[in-house]
């Protein structure tokens, strides 16, 4: 008996919540067919990007083979650059510690609108830089251009096969680095040969170069110069004969790394 009148009370609250809503909603429609909207298809993802310029691995040499630990890498990969450019050489150019860190950040800013001295792996060229006045007008000096000459004669001394091969032993551990900057699918043999046909577009100027001082730094007059890479800039400052010593050599380490990583359209 329980049973039957909870079921009775339950079919008299159903039908009695029906009366209601006729009697309190007037002119009330007849209700449309219920449609039901499936949910959105999940977004889906962009494809991973593909590796352009896949790096052929070598075997190293025991003595030569880099520690997986990025943290403990300086003092090997110190000890081959050593082997490249020599250790007055390496004392002078270069810095000592976060060195891998410090090529692959300068590397990845090189394309773009800044790139840090406090993040390159080489010390800054020697004195300050120097310009020509005539009255208001400012111009890089030609003698700015003898402050480039020790870096780019050191570079230029350098076999390309052999840089690359280094590069090539070590770039597990580049590849580390460029991932930690927060390009999880990323490649960074890709960036590096961006960077460098980057630098080898820098446009051919006929001295003197204009310059502007807004404040305290010195900026192109030109503003479809300013507006370049910081590494065109660079190139920009170093004056048309170092230019062409840097682009010869940034040629030859380009062709070098393409042989070990065939382009893939």
């Given amino acids: 008996m329980g049973k039957k009148l909870i079921l009775l009370l339950g079919i008299l609250v159903a039908a009695g919540l029906g009366v209601a809503f006729w009697l309190y909603e007037p002119d009330a429609p007849e209700p449309e067919q219920l449609?039901?909207?499936?949910?959105?298809?999940?977004?889906?993802?962009p494809p991973l990007p593909v590796e352009r310029y896949p790096i052929a691995a070598v075997a190293a040499a025991p003595e030569q083979a880099p520690v997986l630990d990025i943290e403990q890498s300086d003092t090997l990969y110190r000890q081959a650059l050593?082997?490249?450019?020599?250790?007055?050489?390496?004392?002078?150019?270069?810095?000592?510690?976060?060195?891998?860190?410090?090529?692959?950040?300068?590397?990845?800013?090189?394309?773009?609108?800044?790139?840090?001295?406090?993040?390159?792996?080489?010390?800054?060229?020697?004195?300050?830089?120097?310009?020509?006045?005539?009255?208001?007008?400012?111009?890089?000096?030609?003698?700015?251009?003898?402050?480039?000459?020790?870096?780019?004669?050191?570079?230029?001394?350098?076999?390309?096969?052999?840089?690359?091969?280094?590069?090539?032993?070590?770039?597990?551990?580049?590849?580390?680095?460029?991932?930690?900057?927060?390009?999880?699918?990323?490649?960074?043999?890709?960036?590096?040969?961006?960077a460098i046909d980057n630098l080898l577009q820098t446009p051919e100027l006929a001295p003197p170069v204009a310059l502007e001082q807004p404040k305290v730094l010195y900026t192109y007059a030109d503003k479809s110069l300013q507006a370049r890479s910081a590494g065109q800039r660079i190139m920009l400052r170093m004056g048309a004969e170092n230019r062409a010593t840097a682009i010869k050599a940034l040629t030859a380490i380009r062709k070098e790394l393409l042989s070990r990583s065939p382009a893939r359209e």
């Fill in 82 to 194: 050593a082997k490249l450019f020599g250790e007055k050489s390496l004392t002078s150019y270069f810095y000592s510690e976060r060195m891998i860190r410090r090529f692959v950040a300068t590397i990845d800013n090189l394309p773009r609108d800044d790139a840090p001295a406090k993040m390159m792996p080489v010390k800054p060229v020697g004195g300050p830089f120097l310009v020509d006045r005539d009255g208001d007008a400012l111009s890089i000096a030609p003698a700015n251009a003898q402050r480039y000459v020790n870096h780019l004669q050191v570079m230029s001394a350098v076999d390309p096969r052999l840089l690359v091969d280094m590069y090539v032993s070590f770039y597990p551990l580049f590849q580390k680095a460029y991932r930690e900057l927060g390009y999880a699918n990323g490649f960074f043999n890709d960036r590096l040969i961006e």
């Fill in 35 to 45: 449609v039901v909207v499936p949910p959105p298809a999940a977004a889906v993802p």
